[in-house]
């Protein structure tokens, strides 16, 4: 789908937790963001996100109205009303007409996102792994990403995040892909977004070791023979010559060696 309209955005964040430091300052050991969410006009979309030292832990989002946890196993030991979220996206939307107008409707630029792509682990060929998209410097929050394997679309084993909100105002966002790497194939993130004049795509593919031929191996070996056979011969010859010390040298040593005293 290509990205087309206009879109307004309200930005509100509720609370910030710090743990307490020292007297005079402030010093956090952990952080929890509590609110950062955001309305547009454009779609009718929203987010509210609970982040704890920078990882989201869930997200709620206005479509689909439901607390979304960054991993399923988060759910298991704590619980967050939806309906909080939606309450708070609801209020950024009733004030957001107001911020237009004080804003004189000047619209923010729209701003090119940065986009990696790299492996959750050390890639193994034929041994199951993750690719993950990361598109950073999202602005507005607004974006199409998807998956292409050898130039044709991917869509099982895709999972995404929602909008991370960054210090700047702008949003990061994650992307996986599920795959099992073979020297053959490669890999790509699209993205399209209204910073773009055209789709982005980062392109991956297995970074794997040439083995040496056999013809290789073989010389090295034989070049290794004779380097340690030459050094044999030349131990042998140096014995037999007896190039070392005479026997008259031998004597000598010891009244040379008291004469020095």
């Known amino acids: 789908m290509v990205l087309r309209g206009r879109l307004v955005l309200g930005l509100h964040t509720l609370m910030t937790l710090l743990s307490p430091g020292e007297v005079g300052a402030i010093k956090a050991d952990h952080m929890g963001s509590y609110g950062p969410a955001f309305y547009q006009s454009y779609d009718g979309a929203g987010q509210f996100t609970y982040d704890f030292d920078g990882e989201q832990l869930f997200s709620v989002d206005l479509k689909k109205r439901e607390a979304v946890w960054r991993l399923p196993e988060f759910g298991n030991f704590a619980y967050f009303d939806p309906q909080n979220g939606l309450f708070s996206i609801s209020m950024i939307k009733a004030h957001l007409e107001d911020l237009v107008e004080r804003s004189n409707r000047t619209r923010a630029p729209n701003v090119p996102p940065r986009v990696a792509v790299l492996p959750k682990s050390r890639v193994q060929l034929g041994q199951p792994n993750v690719l993950i998209c990361i598109v950073d410097n999202i602005f507005p929050p607004v974006i199409n990403v998807s998956w292409l394997r050898n130039g044709q679309p991917v869509t099982q084993g895709v ?13 990061r966002k994650f992307h996986y892909l599920t795959f099992v790497p073979l020297a053959d194939d490669f890999y790509a993130c699209k993205v399209e977004h209204w910073g773009l004049d055209q789709p982005l795509f ?12 056999d013809t290789t191996g073989t010389l090295v070996c034989a070049l290794g023979l004779a380097l340690g056979l030459a050094g044999f011969l030349v131990g042998i010859t140096l014995i037999i010559t007896g190039d070392g010390p005479s026997e008259r040298n031998k004597c000598e040593t010891p009244f040379s060696f008291l004469a020095s005293f």
């Open 159 to 171: 999972t995404q995040t929602g909008f991370y909100a960054q210090p700047d105002h702008s949003f």
């Open 202 to 213: 980062q392109h991956w593919e297995p970074q794997v070791p040439t083995p040496l031929p």
